[in-house]
């Protein structure tokens, strides 16, 4: 069955999880984002939940740059921040990833195994990996996470024995 935001291959063209809110379509246009490093954001881009629900995550924004602003990508482009002690879902989906560190050290859960990423370290997640990114470090760990602009919703991955 179809739900809200999905077109009729049942893929997302926004968030992970479609927001209640009507997404402003502005005309596709050349646009700058001034970077602004005393809040490590960029100038007209709102910080966001990461999500609008679950309890499997924690201490972690996200900042939707490149792909809901009416441009035409095939991709998103979208800034991840995690707060020390905190993690995204631990999830898997048909849809690729492609993480690269900017701001402090994280680490990415890939199924069983755990990479810590570095600054400017880039991590290719294939479809269909369970992964999830944390933070147990002392200082934010801040990331690029580009995406396809038409994706999957999420499935939860239930803990794994390590």
């Known amino acids: 069955?179809?739900?809200?935001?999905?077109?009729?291959?049942?893929?997302?063209?926004?968030?992970?999880?479609?927001?209640?809110?009507k997404q402003k379509t502005l005309k596709n246009r050349n646009r700058?984002?001034?970077?602004?490093?005393?809040?490590?954001?960029?100038?007209?881009i709102k910080s966001e939940a990461y999500k609008n629900k679950g309890d499997d995550w924690q201490r972690i924004i996200r900042h939707n740059i490149i792909g809901v602003h009416g441009e035409t990508t095939r991709f998103h482009l979208r800034y991840f921040e995690i707060a020390p002690g905190g993690n995204s879902s631990f999830e898997t989906h048909k849809h690729e990833h492609v993480v690269v560190c900017i701001r402090g050290?994280?680490?990415?859960?890939?199924?069983?195994?755990?990479?810590?990423?570095?600054?400017l370290?880039?991590?290719y997640i294939a479809p269909e990996t369970p992964h999830q990114l944390l933070n147990p470090f002392e200082e934010p760990f801040g990331f690029f996470c580009i995406v396809n602009a038409r994706r999957?919703?999420?499935?939860?991955?239930?803990?794994l024995k390590t």
Do not use: H, I
């Open 152 to 159: 999957d919703r999420p499935k939860p991955v239930k803990k």
């Open 105 to 119: 050290r994280g680490k990415v859960r890939l199924n069983r195994r755990t990479v810590e990423l570095k600054y």
């Open 121 to 123: 370290d880039v991590l």
């Open 32 to 44: 700058l984002y001034r970077f602004s490093p005393d809040g490590f954001s960029w100038n007209g």
């Open 1 to 21: 069955m179809k739900k809200k935001g999905q077109d009729k291959k049942g893929f997302y063209s926004f968030c992970e999880f479609p927001s209640e809110k």
